[in-house]
Nanobody, 124 residues
Framework: QVRLVESGGGLVQAGGSLRLSCAAS????????TGWFRQAPGKEREFLAT????????YYADSVKGRFTISRDNAENTVYLQMNSLKTEDTGVYYC?????????????????WGQGTQVTVSS
């Protein structure tokens, strides 16, 4: 089992940037594919980005492609989400997720482990 803890959320103006971190503890993190999801008020949790176990394969939702970048540092057991050109519609709770597999995973149901989430608020 792996425990995930997100950090780095906060309040930012539209057009600004934030970097989220997801620190993992427990089993060997390099065995896990990871992903970032977002849940806006009154909406379902949506997929944003995923990265495979080795970090050489990524996939993004159209809504964040070109603005967000997912990366990982297996030596530090951490996954990152660099968010640039933020929009007000990016507001929500951001969750990190992990699953034991080598390839990417963009389905919410594919993931077994979830963090508690970190709030991101983008003001106009």
């Amino acid at each position: 089992q792996v425990r995930l803890v997100e950090s780095g959320g906060g309040l930012v103006q539209a057009g600004g940037s934030l970097r989220l971190s997801c620190a993992a503890s427990g089993r060997t993190f390099s065995n896990y594919a990871t992903g970032w999801f977002r849940q806006a008020p009154g909406k379902e949790r949506e997929f944003l980005a995923t990265i495979n176990w080795s970090g050489d394969s990524t996939y993004y939702a159209d809504s964040v492609k070109g603005r967000f970048t997912i990366s990982r540092d297996n030596a530090e057991n951490t996954v990152y989400l660099q968010m640039n050109s933020l929009k007000t519609e990016d507001t929500g709770v951001y969750y990190c997720a992990a699953v034991v597999r080598s390839g990417i995973a963009y389905s919410r149901g594919s993931y077994d482990y979830w963090g508690q989430g970190t709030q991101v608020t983008v003001s106009s």
